[in-house]
C-alpha cells in the first residue's frame, strides 16, 4: 500500500521539485497545499503518514497547522517535519516544542528529500 507523505508549502517552486522528487516513486502518494489552511484540512481528511510543513505560510502559520495536528488524537499520529529556512536554536526548540519529529532546511536538494522520507518512513527499529 503507498504511503501519503504531504507537503505544505506556499513557494511553487518547493512544491515543484517536491512533485518531482516524490511523484513518480510508487511507494508514495503525494498530496500538496499551499497555504496554512489548506494544509489542515487536507491532513484531517487524508491523514498522511508523514506531512513536511513549510513555517511561514498565508493564512495559518506551520507551528499553528503542526500544534493543531498534533492535539488532535485523529491526527496525532502524522509525522511532521518543519520545511525551513529558519534553523537557529530558538526555532528548533519551537519546531520540537509545537510536536514536530523533526526538520529540512531549505533550500534542500532532491536527494536530502528522499533521504528524509526514507528515515522517517522506513527506518528500523
Do not use: H, W
Request: net charge negative.
Amino acid at each position: 500500500m503507498k504511503k501519503k507523505v504531504m507537503l505544505a508549502d506556499d513557494e511553487e517552486d518547493v512544491l515543484a521539485l517536491f512533485s518531482a522528487t516524490l511523484g513518480d516513486d510508487e511507494r508514495f502518494d503525494v498530496l500538496l497545499a499551499r497555504d496554512g489552511e489548506e494544509a489542515l484540512e487536507l491532513a484531517q481528511r487524508e491523514k498522511p503518514e508523514l506531512l513536511f510543513l513549510d513555517l511561514l505560510m498565508p493564512k495559518i502559520s506551520g507551528y499553528e497547522v503542526c500544534r493543531r495536528l498534533k492535539e488532535n488524537p485523529e491526527t496525532s499520529s502524522i509525522k511532521v517535519i518543519v520545511l525551513t529556512a529558519l534553523v537557529e536554536e530558538s526555532g528548533e526548540k519551537r519546531v520540537k516544542a509545537a510536536g514536530a519529529e523533526g526538520y529540512l532546511t531549505k533550500p534542500f536538494s532532491p536527494l536530502a528529500l528522499l533521504d528524509k522520507v526514507e528515515e522517517t518512513l522506513f527506518a528500523r527499529l
